[in-house]
């Protein structure tokens, strides 16, 4: 979908040019849930890498922009990241210019980034955008980040449908919030949230909400969808 000078894709990735930009990968989850007591299969990496090598091939991407949170775990790099992220890395570093920006979670990433050449950046400007993670407050007048985790959630028959969205968020400066690459870890149900977790964000914004599926569907404006869903 068109959404002016960008490509929404239902790849859960933003195109603007031939760069594509996505966030919230959050690769080793699984590690981190064990931890927990959570026992869950080594699904994640197989499903982010798929979508990302459809972006490529589908329109013809350049440059890859990780919008922050690479990885998952805070206070250390666990076993399962050190494998997925260096992966990841090792799958894509010929094939496109990667470029990473820092998330709140990213602390212990540049240990990793360091053996394949690579910066852990705090912005990254890609046309008429500021590319952030989104979890602390920034200027500028039209950004790009992740780190909400945008999902729309509908309660119907009993069950709990669950669609990762965009947010396309105005006021005196205009901001496209992406949706998790990760599909484990929790975000914002924007239907049912009275906040938000980015200071950028506020629900006095004109927010247009688009839904991803097959195809990336527009909702309408989030006001109205919080009084009649």
Not at 58 to 64: A, M, N, R
Not at 65 to 85: M, Q, S, Y
Not at 146 to 167: D, F, M
Request: glycine share 6%; charged share 30%; aromatic share 8%.
């Amino acid at each position: 979908m068109k959404l002016k000078d960008l490509t929404l894709t239902p790849e859960r990735a933003a195109i603007v040019g031939r760069v594509a930009i996505i966030a919230d990968l959050h690769l080793g989850i699984e590690n981190a849930m064990v931890e927990k007591g959570i026992s869950i299969p080594e699904l994640q990496f197989e499903e982010v890498m798929e979508r990302i090598f459809t972006v490529i091939e589908k329109y013809d991407v350049e440059k890859l922009v990780i919008a922050g949170d690479l990885k998952h775990e805070f206070g250390r790099n666990l076993p399962l990241e050190w494998k997925d992220v260096s992966e990841f890395l090792e799958k894509l570093n010929d094939i496109v210019d990667l470029e990473v920006v820092r998330g709140n979670h990213d602390n212990f990433l540049p240990a990793i980034l360091a053996k394949y050449g690579l910066e852990l950046k705090e912005e990254v400007k890609v046309g008429g955008w500021k590319v952030i993670h989104g979890h602390k407050e920034v200027e500028g007048e039209r950004i790009i980040m992740g780190h909400e985790h945008p999902a729309v959630k509908i309660r119907y028959g009993g069950a709990v449908y669950s669609y990762p969205c965009y947010l396309h968020a105005r006021n005196d400066r205009e901001i496209l919030v992406l949706p998790a690459q990760s599909s484990l870890s929790s975000g914002t149900d924007v239907l049912t949230a009275d906040s938000f977790l980015s200071p950028l964000l506020s629900f006095d914004m004109k927010i247009d909400v688009y839904a991803v599926e097959d195809e990336v569907y527009y909702l309408g404006e989030l006001s109205r969808l919080k009084t009649v869903v």
